[in-house]
T-cell receptor, first 109, second 112 residues
Framework: QKEVEQDPGPLSVPEGAIVSLNCTYS??????FMWYRQYSRKGPELLMY????GNKEDGRFTAQVDKSSKYISLFIRDSQPSDSATYLC?????????FGQGTRLTINP | DTGVSQNPRHKITKRGQNVTFRCDPI?????LYWYRQTLGQGPEFLTYFQNEAQLEKSRLLSDRFSAERPKGSFSTLEIQRTEQGDSAMYLCASNSVNTEAFFGQGTRLTVV
């Protein structure tokens, strides 16, 4: 079983829709959870991170962690074409980040 | 631009040739990482340096791969006797303790 699993999509939604991106993880000891955004032919950039359970909001983005089910989510409200990218969940392990497969998202104008 | 810089951005090589990539981290960062990303997959960890010391290597890093970070500044990743399966994006990242890791734009390797 992979440490972090993510549905690769692709996911295509109309502009303005609410987007839900999800990952599951296997190790209940994980405490920090991150979301990276990667535009085509670019390196990943940190979008948000959360600690333990609960929600964290930053503008149109909300990160949610449910430790009881080992499930992490990223919600994008009022999605824009500029949000079109690959979204990667990541968990910091010892000396490295463990990434999910990435979900390719397209927002259609 | 004071971000992580990687060169070259693209490299096409014939199978069996050696290639070397360079990463210049953010100057105040003492930690440097190499990752490999294949199409449709997330980045996979290859190796980690703290200053000039290589402290961890993934089992993905076969004997054909070697990484160095002389003087704890820039780093190089060399692949010897390249194979088609080495075709991927090679990403470098840097940070300091308890800070966000910043990624470079990657070097895209195509082995033909």
């Amino acid at each position: 079983q992979k440490e972090v699993e993510q549905d690769p999509g692709p996911l295509s939604v109309p502009e303005g829709a609410i987007v839900s991106l999800n990952c599951t993880y296997s190790n209940s000891a994980f405490q920090y959870f991150m979301w990276y955004r990667q535009y085509s032919r670019k390196g990943p950039e940190l979008l948000m991170y959360t600690y333990s359970s609960g929600n964290k909001e930053d503008g149109r983005f909300t990160a949610q962690v449910d430790k009881s089910s080992k499930y992490i989510s990223l919600f994008i409200r009022d999605s824009q074409p500029s949000d079109s990218a690959t979204y990667l969940c990541a968990i910091p392990g010892a000396q490295k980040l463990v990434f999910g497969q990435g979900t390719r998202l397209t927002i259609n104008p | 631009d004071t971000g992580v810089s990687q060169n070259p951005r693209h490299k096409i090589t014939k199978r069996g040739q050696n290639v070397t990539f360079r990463c210049d981290p953010i100057s105040e960062h003492n930690r440097l990482y190499w990752y490999r990303q294949t199409l449709g997959q997330g980045p996979e960890f290859l190796t980690y340096f703290q200053n000039e010391a290589q402290l961890e290597k993934s089992r993905l890093l076969s004997d054909r791969f070697s990484a160095e970070r002389p003087k704890g500044s820039f780093s190089t990743l060399e692949i010897q006797r390249t194979e088609q399966g080495d075709s991927a994006m090679y990403l470098c990242a840097s940070n300091s303790v308890n800070t966000e890791a910043f990624f470079g734009q990657g070097t895209r390797l195509t082995v033909v």
